[in-house]
Structure formats: C-alpha cells, structure tokens
C-alpha cells in the first residue's frame, strides 16, 4: 500500500489593512478562530456612533491632528504597549490609522494583550474620507465648539457621577486588599479607573474643580466572605444604575450625556452580571488576571 502525503503551504501576506489570518467581516459569520475583525469604514462609522464605544486612532499625534475619523481617540501605535489600561478588555475595539497598515499591528499587538473583539477599519482614514464620513480636528469627545458654564444641577451631577466612581473604585480595591486577585474584582477595579478618566475631560472642558479624592480603600470595611462582597458590589452597581438614570432625565449637555450612558451601560452590561454571578457562587474566590470587565 502506499502512502501519498500531501504538503500544502500557506503563505499570508499582509496587504493594506487586510490580514488573511484573521480576516473577518462584521456583519458576516465569525471565524471562531479569528479574532480581528475587518470593517469597511461605513460599517464601523455606524457601530462606534453607539454611546459606549472604543475607536482608536493609531496615526502620529500630528497626523490625527490634520484630521481624524468622528470619535477617534488617538494612541498612537509606538504608545499603545504603554496605553492598555486606557481600554477595557471585554469591549469591541475599532482601530483605524492612515491606510490600515499600522492599524493591522495594533490589532495584532491587542490581540497579544488578551483584548477578544478587535475591528480594524479597512482602508484606514484614507477611505474613510473617500466614503464621505464625518470629520474632526479636535477632541472627539470634548468638541470645542461646545461652551458655556453648567448650570447648577448639571454640574452637580458630574462631581456626584465622579465621587461614585472613585468610591467603586476605593472599594473595590479594599476588597482585593482582604482577597488579593479575586475575581471579578481584580478585573473591575481597571475598568472603574477608566471610568474616571472619561469623567475628567468633562471638568476641565465646563470649568468645574477636580475636587480631592478622599477615598481611603484602608478605611473601608471589607465583608469577611467574599460572596459578601460580591452582593456589596450588586448593590453598588444597581445604585450607580439608578444615579446614572436620575442624571440622564435632566443633562442636556450631548458630551455629558454620552459619557453617563458609556458608563452606566458598563455597569449594567459588564460589572452588574460579573458580580451578580460571583453573589450566586458562579464565580468569585478566583485568584488571577482574567478580562476586564
């Protein structure tokens, strides 16, 4: 009997913003091996227009500067490494950049770090103004054009959402302070930390003082279970929940608005289920980095 063995090599190669490794579509059916995805620029224009949405910007900071996709936040690619904790894991992240060879790398570098849901923008900038969508030369968050004073209430609103967010975080902490790495708390307590960054543009754009964080994790009673503790964090995320609908019935401003639903949409999609698992004994006690969430 013989034997005929068959050697087929694949060559990828790596054209444009295309990997065939792991070329995808959005709207198509995922490769289960595939984990960066590819999306013609109107396709990704629609899904980072959502209000809780990850777009990078991978180009120089004098590039974005000359123009950038609507949305875009710029990392650039030789800072990205350094950058992670800007981005939450277990959330799609869009890369865009020049024409999508520098994009591809970011995928690929996120990918690396663990991040599951990677978009690179086909084409990159260059096609993105071919298709005629929209535009920015300043923040993408924070528009310049937007001015004037908050009033009262509003303002009231952004240092309570603030003083939230850092009490979370302050507790989360002194939790992991009694049960080192313990999940979910360990993954969390780094989204709670880019919570509070998305707060702080807001500040500085209306005017408002950045008021001191006085949360001390060291002076915050810790549940001796740490089931416990996971019922601790239901009960804070349901209550940002609430804080955050309360706002959200007033706030004009569309740049406040964006960030309270961005946040309140982690809360109830991510950090509420994780601890509503861990409070039922479906996880918790877990030692170890997993994903953010």
Not at 49 to 67: H, L, N
Not at 136 to 155: C, F, M, N, V, Y
Not at 192 to 216: I, Q
Not at 243 to 270: C, G, H, M, W
């Amino acid at each position: 009997m013989k034997y005929l063995v068959v050697l087929s090599i694949h060559v990828v190669m790596f054209v444009g913003c295309q990997s065939a490794s792991t070329k995808n579509t959005v709207a198509g059916v995922p490769n289960a091996a595939a984990e960066i995805k590819e999306g013609s620029p109107r396709e990704v224009q629609q899904a980072v227009s959502k209000a809780y949405s990850q777009f990078i910007d991978v180009r120089t900071p004098e590039e974005y500067a000359t123009g950038h996709a609507a949305r875009a936040e710029n990392i650039p690619l030789d800072t990205l490494a350094a950058s992670f904790d800007k981005l939450e894991k277990n959330e799609p992240v869009y890369i865009i950049c020049e024409t999508g060879n520098r994009s591809n790398q970011a995928a690929s570098i996120l990918k690396d770090a663990g991040f599951k849901s990677l978009v690179n923008v086909s084409g990159g900038t260059v096609a993105w103004k071919a298709a005629g969508l929209p535009i920015e030369t300043g923040s993408p968050h924070i528009p310049a054009s937007s001015s004037g004073k908050l009033d009262p209430r509003t303002q009231e609103a952004l240092l309570s959402a603030l003083a939230d967010e850092r009490l979370a975080q302050a507790t989360y902490q002194a939790v992991l302070n009694r049960f080192p790495g313990a999940r979910p708390f360990i993954n969390i307590i780094e989204a709670e930390k880019n919570h509070e960054s998305f707060l702080l543009p807001l500040f500085a754009k209306y005017g408002v003082a950045v008021p001191r964080n006085e949360n001390d994790p060291a002076k915050i009673d810790v549940p001796a279970d740490l089931t416990e503790a996971c019922r601790v964090g239901v009960k804070a995320e349901n209550e940002n929940i609430a804080l955050y609908d309360r706002f959200l019935a007033f706030v004009k401003e569309p740049d406040i608005k964006e960030v309270f639903t961005r946040l309140q949409s982690a809360s109830r999609e991510n950090h509420l289920p994780a601890f509503t698992r861990c409070s039922e004994g479906g996880m918790g006690g877990g030692r170890g980095k997993g994903r953010p969430v």
